[in-house]
């Protein structure tokens, strides 16, 4: 009975997101407050629904109701709870389902957090929402039910692909999506705003909590994604360049410069058609993320690789909201008009830098990513795309983007001075190439990537805490440190993202230039050199685990003789999915990870290990929280939260200047 709640609470949210589509344009194009109105509680309801639905599904995984054909495939009565719940979006009509309430979600919070906004340009987001609500409900009841029955249900399920069993992918998709659907807003924003024809700066101030918001979640989407990567594929790696990686870089790289462009909106009124245009670029490219996930077409570990015909689908609909969305840009761009003009050496310029060099990266990306598709249908020749090329091709952007990012926070608006700029960043730049020589010369010239990373992780840090300091004026310590105190939130909120850059940008040069490798067959009982650690093999071990079997090593590791650790790699197989796995051992540190992986048994004796020491793993991850709690800071900030200190206002205001 559940289940069928479940069905039928997605039916009426179709219903109602058609509703929440069609009534509030028509009542816009006519100031019908009436119809407008109706945006509102349309929205707060399919919430409501998508969340029944929701919770029916859920319900049957935890209950392992086998009548359903989704909780067959994906489900097992061993499973632990963690992944009978991770289980709901493990799979694609679960995860589309999830995809459905993150974006009902959002539309229903611009009802709740968005009482400031004029009643238009309100009602015209909300029913863009609904009209990709509306579109993605309808795909799923149609071609992605979650909801379909078995006549003869078995008495147990197939379980769960056995990588996606662990915390970091139960936790990754949710962050992942929220990201995802959140520039949905962003995106309406950016429609309604055409429609309009009028974008300012208190759109600017609108629009920003919304893509803030969805970075934010991106950023640990991400975060969670590379961890995952990093301690269970058994390679010690964080980033593959995988087409499903790529995926949520790219959007992520478009809402990095919609953000900043925003603020050129806010502050000077600039930039207009181009932050619109970045608006519907980073959205377009969520569903670019859908596509390549979703279609089969691109070959990943973790994408679902469902029928290309539903790819189709996805791709109809990203011709549709996307294409439909740039030829609104194209026929009412040129009534965007710019206010604001600035010179050259200004930070609008900085950021105009910012922005193409984010846009060509992800381009760069995108390129990369799809040109195995283009080369096998075009040419019908099979190539691949690999680490070596995305590292050459996209390294380059990113220095640039950090070598011009403490200037340009230093810059005045308008027109600024390079010259005094320069001179208060003097010490920075000493600091930073002093680090960059300390460091070359402590690793004996092996690489100049360490070393470079090094450096222009300091630069960004150092130029970040003086940036800061700067703004505290002139006089005695006291004074300035009290000043500190009552700097806006937004301001410590760039500051810490801008350094979580930073420590992003060296761990990952340091892991890549500095890590210690060892690949060797061992025994019970012999032992090796690790960079200044002896690792020896006391046993292995078999182990029954809940619904898997596993080979486990017991590794004991010591320094001059004393023990460091005691770690335990394991190699699992999971008999219902027919799937081994490994799981990394890893001693995490402040400075560097201990990693070892046990693999398969030799024929002369002995197991294959693969053993690393990776220098300041943790500092990668711990700066991609930086970026995030940056961001929170940020949106904390009361002049930055949608209609932040508006009481109520006059009709003709909530309606806006504009009959569209």
């Not at 909780?71 to 799979?91: D, F, M, Q, R």
């Not at 429609?191 to 629009?207: I, P």
């Not at 300091?469 to 937004?490: E, H, K, V």
């Not at 402040?590 to 046990?598: A, C, E, H, S, T």
Request: charged residues 15%; proline residues 4%.
């Amino acid at each position: 009975m559940i289940v069928e709640i479940g069905h039928f609470a997605l039916v009426l949210a179709l219903a109602v997101a058609l509703v929440q589509t069609v009534l509030p344009l028509w009542g816009a194009e006519r100031g019908d407050l009436r119809l407008m109105g109706i945006a509102g509680p349309a929205a707060v309801v399919q919430f409501v629904l998508v969340g029944t639905a929701f919770g029916a599904l859920t319900l049957a995984f935890v209950t392992s109701d086998f009548s359903l054909a989704l909780v067959v495939n994906n489900s097992h009565t061993l499973k632990p709870l963690l992944y009978k719940i991770a289980g709901v979006w493990g799979n694609h009509e679960g995860s589309l389902l999830l995809w459905v309430l993150a974006l009902a979600g959002f539309s229903a919070s611009a009802v709740w957090f968005g009482q400031g906004l004029p009643l238009r340009l309100k009602a015209r987001v909300l029913a863009v929402q609904g009209a990709l609500g509306a579109a993605f409900l309808a795909f799923m009841l149609f071609t992605s039910n979650p909801f379909l029955r078995l006549a003869s249900p078995p008495m147990n399920g197939g379980d769960l692909n056995p990588l996606l069993q662990d915390p970091g992918l139960a936790f990754h998709p949710p962050f992942l999506y929220l990201g995802y659907v959140g520039l949905s807003m962003s995106f309406s924003f950016a429609v309604a705003a055409l429609m309009e024809g009028r974008v300012d700066a208190a759109w600017g101030r609108w629009v920003r909590p919304w893509t803030l918001a969805a970075w934010i979640f991106l950023t640990i989407g991400i975060a969670l994604g590379s961890w995952w990567a990093y301690y269970e594929l058994g390679w010690g790696g964080f980033w593959f360049w995988d087409p499903v990686e790529n995926a949520s870089l790219m959007p992520w790289l478009f809402a990095t410069a919609l953000l900043h462009s925003a603020i050129v909106v806010e502050k000077r009124e600039s930039l207009k058609a181009w932050t619109v245009l970045l608006a519907i670029m980073a959205f377009g490219f969520s569903l670019i993320g859908t596509f390549i996930v979703r279609s089969g077409v691109i070959t990943s570990v973790h994408a679902f690789a469902e029928d290309p015909s539903r790819g189709v689908v996805i791709l109809f609909l990203l011709v549709v909201f996307v294409g439909g969305a740039l030829m609104l840009f194209a026929a009412r761009a040129g009534a965007l008009e710019a206010k604001g003009v600035f010179q050259i050496i200004s930070r609008e310029s900085a950021l105009v830098a910012n922005n193409l060099l984010l846009c060509v990266a992800a381009f760069v990306v995108f390129i990369g990513t799809i040109w195995p598709l283009v080369s096998e249908l075009a040419f019908n020749r099979v190539i691949s795309v690999g680490e070596p090329f995305f590292n050459a091709a996209f390294t380059p952007f990113f220095v640039g983007l950090a070598l011009i990012l403490p200037i340009g926070s230093t810059l005045a608006w308008k027109r600024g001075d390079l010259n005094r700029s320069a001179f208060g960043l003097w010490p920075v730049a000493a600091l930073a190439i002093a680090i960059a020589g300390l460091a070359y010369a402590v690793t004996s010239g092996r690489t100049l990537l360490g070393p470079i990373g090094a450096g222009l992780g300091a630069w960004i840090i150092f130029g970040a805490l003086a940036d800061i300091w700067g703004r505290t004026g002139r006089g005695d310590l006291a004074g300035r440190l009290s000043r500190l105190t009552r700097l806006p939130r937004a301001d410590w909120g760039r500051i810490v993202a801008h350094a979580g850059m930073g420590s992003v940008i060296f761990a990952a040069a340091a892991m890549t230039a500095w890590v210690s490798e060892d690949i060797r067959v061992l025994k019970a009982g012999e032992s090796f050199a690790l960079g200044g650690y002896e690792v020896q093999m006391v046993a292995v071990n078999d182990v029954q685990g809940p619904n898997y079997s596993a080979v486990q090593a017991e590794m004991r590791v010591t320094r001059d003789g004393a023990e460091v650790v005691r770690l335990y790699p394991e190699k699992r197989f999971y008999p219902v999915a027919g799937m081994p796995t490994t799981e990394a051992a890893i001693d995490y540190g402040l400075w560097r990870d201990l990693y070892l992986v046990i693999g398969d048994p030799q024929e002369g004796g002995g197991w294959a290990v693969r053993s690393y020491i990776k220098p300041f793993a943790n500092w990668l991850w711990g700066g991609a929280l930086m970026m995030a709690f940056g961001g929170l800071l940020s949106l904390t900030d009361r002049r930055y939260r949608v209609a932040a200190g508006r009481g109520r206002v006059p009709v003709a205001a909530m309606l806006g200047t504009s009959k569209g």
